[in-house]
């Protein structure tokens, strides 16, 4: 339904379903993310944050480790045409509650052959 918009198409057409749902995004290509970080982000949500997140040790924010609450989604439709649309610039400009990132290592993306053998070669 969305085109264009990357992983915000996504959310949007989720919202499009159950408008009135938050969501836990992750992708899918962050292998080391734990179960113990999911929910330290779903507890960590609440006041009035559009979304719930962490940051890379940078301070840029991580989109696709996050909890996007239903107000994000009318902020999304609006940036639609105006702007290129951006999931971490709009982490930016809302309200936000930020966990603390206490493993970055957790948010690295894997994509490459290389990537993979080398995340072998660190658990083992």
């Known amino acids: 339904r969305y085109t264009g918009l990357g ?3 996504g959310l949007l057409s989720a919202w499009d379903t159950f408008p009135d749902r ?4 992750l992708a899918i290509d962050m292998p080391r993310v734990t179960v113990g970080l999911l929910e330290r982000l779903l507890a960590a949500r609440g006041g009035n944050a559009v979304v719930t997140g962490l940051r890379h040790p940078d301070g840029i ?4 480790c996050t909890v996007w609450e239903p107000a994000a989604a ?12 951006s999931l971490s610039r709009l982490m930016a400009r809302v309200p936000a509650n930020w966990v603390p990132n206490d493993d970055p290592g957790q948010l690295e993306n894997i994509n490459t052959p290389a990537q993979r053998a080398r995340l072998g070669a660190d658990s083992g």
């Open 61 to 64: 924010a991580e989109p696709l």
């Open 22 to 25: 938050p969501w836990l995004v």
């Open 7 to 9: 992983p915000a198409a």
């Open 74 to 85: 009318d902020l999304l439709r609006q940036a639609q045409g105006v702007e290129k649309v």
